[in-house]
């Protein structure tokens, strides 16, 4: 569904090196899991949201 709004989420997957930015994001996660004593689901709302004020910022 939203590759058809954004091409990219279609095609990225065979040209960009997932594990290396999976196992990025993955350890964000743990930190904050850890850090904070947050579960799985408030991490990735953390990341999620830190990412979006990033993006936010930098447009």
Request: hydrophobic letters at 35%.
């Amino acid at each position: 569904m939203w590759s058809k709004q954004y091409p990219v989420l279609g095609t990225y997957a065979d040209v960009v090196d997932v594990e290396r930015y999976a196992d990025g994001l993955q350890e964000l996660l743990d930190d904050l899991k850890k850090r904070y004593d947050y579960n799985q689901r408030d991490a990735m709302l953390v990341l999620k949201d830190i990412l979006g004020k990033t993006w936010n910022q930098n447009k």
